[in-house]
């Protein structure tokens, strides 16, 4: 139940941000954990400081008007949420997918303001996008929309001011699109002002691999409290992208099995163990999809269109594509098949639902602003190097990551055991965020 002092707000972020659900729902669940907070801290609940927080410091929507190998005009809408910058300048990924809108947008950079405060370095939350699809574009197009996007994005941008990174839809190849924008309008080579970057031009190694390899890194250390490891353990990954690959890659490196991965046409079960280097070559060299992989495998990969990959039995699962993806009914059925722990590799892909089932039966159960910060920790890494003109091993780097995540999960662990919810890591990781991002509020005034 929501603390009676909260739901004032709560009531007041639903009346005000209409039919955005998942704005909503992640709002709830941080507002959820904050009752015992306040009535520890009083102070938190002056000066509209939750208020504040809730409320973005700004939102931009803007159109993208672009030009296709037809010549057709097209026009997108392009999204910028900056959420809160008390730590440090806004910092959240870019999505480019048909499902965007504002609340998507508002919903991820509400998470990227409490995930950025838990990774202890100095930088705000933000988020943005568009509902542009780059699927099935040719690369002509993807560029043409990138420099249409970055023509009006890139004058709220700056090293100092906010800098997005990637996201669903968003790697490497559009990065560089926009980078290259923004450096031929605004005349300066400011590596700073974008994360990952290529490494030729100021990005940083791990970047790709850091959100995978994070969470895989934050689950091993959570297993590591019931004296469990991945060592033997069957694991199923949702999603077949960047962040689904490099946790397939690092579980292995664990000594886990991964049987199972997906995308949005259905999912691929190999009991075996999905071969890794197949899966990139399909994915990331073809740009193909999980059925691809499953025939280029042969007899020993089967895939099932559509259905549900929470039905294959595991020891741990790690959802890794999207929102809302792990439903109640899932989680259930995960519980039933004896599932230990399940690690967010998504923002956000279990319903409130799937995650009160998880606490329910005590599952390990790692949220996704804590089990999935590698990435813009890394990111931070990224803007450390490009800021010195330095740049570290892969080794070092990694090393750096490792201790960054094994730093969330101790803090979440101590966090949740301080207000009496000991292995409530969703409470702990709320909790941690909000104290963090609030100390600095309460510091910089009514601003």
């Not at 603390?3 to 709002?27: S, W, Y």
């Not at 409130?352 to 890394?378: I, M, Q, R, S, Y």
């Amino acid at each position: 139940m929501l603390d009676e002092k909260l739901e004032p707000i709560f009531n007041e972020v639903l009346q005000r941000n209409p039919g955005e659900n998942e704005f909503h729902q992640a709002v709830r669940e941080v507002l959820d954990s904050l009752g015992a907070v306040i009535a520890k801290h009083p102070a938190y609940a002056e000066a509209a400081l939750i208020e504040r927080i809730c409320e973005p410091e700004r939102q931009i929507i803007f159109r993208v008007p672009w030009i296709d190998d037809k010549g057709q005009v097209r026009i997108n809408r392009g999204f910028r949420v900056q959420f809160n910058s008390a730590l440090g300048p806004y910092k959240g990924g870019l999505r480019f997918h048909p499902s965007v809108y504002l609340g998507t947008i508002k919903f991820l950079g509400f998470e990227q303001t409490f995930k950025n405060a838990l990774t202890g370095m100095p930088i705000g939350g933000g988020k943005g996008g568009s509902d542009f699809d780059p699927k099935g574009r040719s690369e002509q197009e993807i560029m043409r929309f990138c420099q249409s996007f970055m023509l009006e994005l890139h004058r709220h941008l700056g090293e100092y001011t906010d800098v997005p990174a990637g996201d669903i839809g968003v790697g490497q190849r559009e990065i560089g699109y926009m980078f290259g924008q923004y450096k031929r309008i605004t005349n300066r080579y400011e590596s700073g002002v974008l994360t990952g970057k290529g490494l030729t031009w100021g990005g940083s190694r791990v970047r790709t691999e850091a959100t995978g390899y994070g969470a895989s890194y934050f689950v091993e250390r959570m297993l590591g409290t019931r004296k469990q490891e991945f060592d033997g353990k069957k694991v199923l990954v949702s999603g077949a992208g960047n962040v689904a690959i490099y946790t397939m890659e690092k579980v292995a490196e664990f000594g886990g099995k991964v049987i199972a991965c997906s995308d949005s046409n259905g999912y691929v079960v190999e009991e075996n163990g999905i071969d890794l280097d197949l899966l990139k070559e399909v994915k990331e060299k073809r740009r193909g999809r999980v059925s691809d992989y499953a025939k280029a495998r042969g007899n020993g990969a089967k895939f099932i269109a559509g259905g549900r990959i929470w039905d294959v039995p595991a020891d741990i699962a790690m959802p890794s594509a999207t929102q809302n993806e792990l439903t109640g009914a899932d989680a259930a059925t995960l519980i039933k098949n004896g599932v230990i722990a399940v690690g967010e590799g998504a923002n956000m892909p279990c319903t409130p639902d799937a995650v009160h089932k998880f606490l329910e039966a005590k599952v390990l159960f790692g949220p996704g602003k804590a089990t999935n910060a590698g990435g813009v920790a890394t990111s931070a890494l990224e803007m450390q190097q490009n800021a010195s003109r330095d740049s570290w091993t892969f080794e070092d780097t990694e090393e750096r990551l490792a201790t960054i995540m094994h730093n969330i999960h101790d803090t979440c662990a101590q966090t949740a055991e301080e207000y009496g919810a000991a292995g409530n890591y969703v409470l702990g990781a709320n909790v941690a965020g909000f104290i963090r991002v609030a100390e600095a509020m309460r510091a910089l005034g009514v601003v």
